[in-house]
């Protein structure tokens, strides 16, 4: 009530204001790349199944080097997920904001431990598990910055639904 | 002289938030000396106004070694301790927002 009142008074009064600031000035972030990320672990996992099934098990050249760069590619992106997560956690998030979404520090472990797995593995179930708890950690990401989110599906082979902000 | 400020930032966080508003007092402080504790105002070249806890009075009250409560927070460890002729005033009294703005990022 008496801060709603000061409130009203600073809109004409104007009263200083004074920083409690920390390192740096607002950070860029932004956890699309991390999404970008997760939908291209699941296209990876998607092509390795299709050369596996043109090729059988047939170790020509072509098959070895398809199935090399795919793998690869799914490394680096899962790993990639990981990255971009962790940096929004460890600089963007504060304690505050753990304690208004007591889910966020269970969510982003579960990122790393679902980012490891599909690197382990070729599964799909589990790709997809990657995107939706990145899904769920965008949501609270934009959330946090006051922005409204939606869920679309991807504009790209892989159409499963991605979250973005309503800017 | 009484001045009611405007809390900007997350370093003082839970104590003090972003939109909090602060009633701080004026120097000189006659009765009431800065103590470990205090959180104090003041101007810090570079920085602009800030407002922090005071972790240990210094040289005999002559200068102040001041901290935020969060690991990034820009305080003594990043400027050197405060001298006493570049505080204008100590916190005496808050009046806290409602906590639903957590909009503010790495200030």
């Not at chain 1, 199944?49 to 059988?56: D, R, S, Y």
């Not at chain 1, 431990?113 to 690197?119: D, F, I, M, V, Y």
């Not at chain 2, 839970?14 to 402080?29: H, I, N, S, T, W």
């Not at chain 2, 959180?39 to 001041?66: C, E, H, M, S, W």
Request: include cysteine; charged fraction near 25%.
């Amino acid at each position: 009530m008496l801060h709603k009142i000061v409130q009203k008074l600073d809109q004409h009064a104007h009263f200083e204001s004074v920083d409690a600031h920390c390192d740096i000035p607002c950070g860029i972030y932004d956890p699309h790349h991390a999404l970008i990320g997760a939908l291209t672990v699941i296209r990876m996992v998607d092509l390795i199944n299709a050369l596996v099934k043109e090729h059988g098990q047939g170790s020509t050249a072509e098959f070895i080097n398809g199935m090399a760069r795919y793998i690869a590619v799914k490394e680096e992106h899962a790993e990639l997920t990981k990255h971009e997560i962790r940096i929004i956690w460890g600089d963007f998030i504060k304690a505050q904001h753990v304690e208004t979404y007591p889910q966020l520090n269970g969510l982003v472990h579960k990122i790393m431990q679902l980012g490891s797995k599909a690197r382990q593995t070729v599964d799909r179930e589990t790709a997809l598990a990657l995107l939706e708890a990145v899904n769920e950690f965008a949501e609270i990401f934009w959330q946090i910055k006051g922005i409204e989110t939606k869920r679309v599906p991807a504009p790209f082979p892989v159409s499963e639904e991605m979250v973005l902000p309503v800017l | 002289m009484l001045r009611l400020l405007k809390v900007r930032g997350a370093s003082l966080w839970p104590d003090y938030r972003e939109g909090d508003y602060v009633l701080a007092a004026g120097m000189p402080f006659p009765a009431r000396k800065i103590r470990a504790g205090d959180v104090i105002v003041f101007r810090q070249p570079g920085y602009g106004t800030l407002i922090k806890r005071v972790r240990r009075v210094l040289a005999n009250g002559q200068a102040y070694d001041v901290r935020g409560t969060q690991i990034a927070s820009s305080d003594s460890r990043n400027f050197g301790p405060v001298a006493q002729d570049q505080v204008t005033g100590k916190v005496i009294a808050s009046i806290r927002a409602k906590q639903t703005s957590q909009n503010s990022q790495g200030h």
